[in-house]
């Protein structure tokens, strides 16, 4: 069973830039798909983006696309989501999972790191 360690998260401003990373221990990090989902208070917990074994394809939200780029080190057991001209609605608990076939619906999560973005 793997385990999801979620860090990079803080305060910051609108439009400013900030990296999370996620280690993985106990599994086979290459055989995962790996995926980042946040939660805002009060509200459930949202896709943000995913990225398939040995970085072999990705997947983004609306909301993010061209914003947010997810990519991953094998070799580090680590995937980083690289978040860009943040907004006030990107303020949430972001969530690293992990998925030995699913895209949209990891099976193993990290604890979360809280991102908030201030005007």
């Known amino acids: 069973q793997v385990q999801l360690v979620e860090s990079g998260g803080g305060l910051v401003q609108a439009g400013d830039s900030l990296r999370l990373s996620c280690v993985a221990s106990?599994?086979?990090?290459?055989?995962?798909?790996m995926h980042w989902f946040r939660q805002a208070p009060g509200k459930e917990r949202m896709f943000v983006s995913s990225?398939?074994?040995?970085?072999?394809?990705?997947s983004y939200d609306g909301s993010v696309k061209g914003r947010f780029s997810i990519f991953r080190d094998d070799a580090k057991n680590t995937v980083y989501l690289q978040m860009n001209s943040l907004k006030l609605e990107d303020t949430a608990v972001y969530y690293c999972?992990?998925?030995?076939?699913?895209?949209?619906?990891?099976?193993?999560w990290g604890q979360g790191t809280q991102v908030t973005v201030s005007s």
């Open positions: 999972g992990a998925d030995e076939s699913s895209w949209w619906r990891p099976n193993y």
């Open positions: 990225i398939g074994r040995s970085g072999s394809g990705t």
């Open positions: 106990g599994g086979t990090f290459s055989r995962y798909i």
